[in-house]
């Protein structure tokens, strides 16, 4: 993966960050939305805010809503990862480097 990403341009890690954020929506958000309000609706009916369910045009709003924050994500983490594999930060990736002490308080401090 590391080499993937060092040998790639910034398009490239941008393409690959929106699919691993589109497949993690898809996946944990799409599920959840399946099995709450079409497998057991049921079930989770008493429990609803709202009087009455969804229209198709909120949800396609929230799901594009969702999508363009997920285009604003993968483009700042674009940068940043591009950055940090070309040598624009002070970041380092490898434990030896400093040691675990140095780590350990770098990264939960």
């Not at 483009?75 to 490898?94: I, N």
């Amino acid at each position: 993966m590391q080499s993937f990403l060092e040998n790639s341009s910034w398009y490239v890690i941008w393409i690959y960050i929106c699919i691993v954020f589109m497949a993690r929506y898809v996946i944990i958000a799409g599920s959840a939305y399946v099995w709450i309000w079409k497998w057991k609706s049921e079930k989770f009916e008493r429990l609803r805010i709202q009087n009455k369910s969804n229209e198709s045009k909120n949800i396609k709003r929230d799901f594009l809503n969702s999508i363009s924050a997920m285009f604003f994500f993968a483009t700042t983490g674009t940068v940043v990862v591009w950055a940090m594999y070309h040598g624009k930060t002070q970041s380092y990736r490898l434990i030896s480097d400093y040691g675990i002490l140095y780590f350990l308080l770098l990264h939960f401090y």
